[in-house]
């Protein structure tokens, strides 16, 4: 989720729902620091995503990681040193106005596995400029440009979960 959501959150929701039209099982995940300041160099939830991982593995053979915005980052941090079968966010905050996050930017470029970002074109806190680059350097990474979007998508959310969608039935099977 993105930050102090939750699972229930509609764009998890619809995710969920979308993936299963390619018959993907999803598991959505609150972090238990939700609400809260995340903790010190979100050893918390990176474990919350572990524990979701090695549950989903235990049951199938590929597992995808997925995050919307706080959940994106968490997700990039995870892959960057215990790759998934692939990666996506939907909106990356990567590098907000006046707060640089060169740890964002490092994990994100260090992936080694596919991985998908995808980012309104107007997201004030994921300049596009800046996942370009990243982009450019690591081949491993597809972005997709959501037009007339912001960070939180609005009314283009489902163009983006459509995204994300398509994109893990072609590359998970």
Same mark, same amino acid.
């Given at each position: 989720?993105?930050? =102090?959501?939750?699972?229930?959150?509609?764009?998890?929701?619809?995710?969920?729902? =979308?993936?299963?039209?390619?018959?993907?099982?999803?598991?959505?995940?609150?972090?238990?620091?939700?609400?809260?300041?995340?903790?010190?160099?979100?050893?918390?939830?990176?474990?919350?995503?572990?524990?979701?991982?090695?549950?989903?593995?235990?049951?199938?053979?590929? #597992?995808?990681?997925?995050?919307?915005?706080?959940?994106?980052?968490?997700?990039?941090?995870?892959?960057?040193?215990?790759?998934?079968?692939?990666?996506?966010?939907?909106?990356?905050?990567?590098?907000?106005?006046?707060?640089?996050?060169?740890?964002?930017?490092?994990?994100?470029?260090? #992936?080694?596995?596919?991985?998908?970002?995808?980012? =309104?074109?107007?997201?004030?806190?994921?300049?596009?400029?800046?996942?370009?680059?990243?982009?450019?350097?690591?081949?491993?990474?597809?972005?997709?440009?959501?037009?007339?979007?912001?960070?939180?998508?609005?009314?283009?959310?489902?163009?983006?979960?459509?995204?994300?969608?398509?994109?893990?039935?072609?590359?998970?099977?």
């Amino acid at each position: 989720p993105g930050y =102090g959501g939750t699972a229930e959150q509609g764009i998890l929701r619809a995710l969920s729902r =979308g993936l299963g039209r390619f018959d993907i099982a999803s598991r959505a995940i609150t972090f238990r620091t939700s609400g809260k300041r995340p903790s010190r160099e979100y050893a918390l939830e990176l474990d919350d995503l572990r524990a979701a991982r090695d549950e989903l593995r235990a049951s199938h053979d590929k #597992v995808a990681l997925v995050g919307r915005s706080f959940g994106g980052r968490m997700c990039a941090f995870l892959a960057a040193v215990e790759p998934p079968d692939a990666l996506a966010i939907l909106g990356h905050p990567i590098s907000p106005p006046d707060r640089p996050r060169p740890k964002d930017e490092d994990a994100l470029q260090g #992936v080694r596995c596919p991985t998908l970002v995808v980012q =309104g074109e107007r997201d004030e806190l994921g300049p596009l400029a800046v996942l370009q680059r990243i982009a450019l350097v690591n081949p491993l990474i597809d972005l997709v440009v959501i037009e007339g979007a912001g960070h939180e998508f609005g009314a283009k959310e489902r163009e983006a979960v459509d995204q994300v969608a398509r994109w893990l039935d072609a590359t998970l099977r």
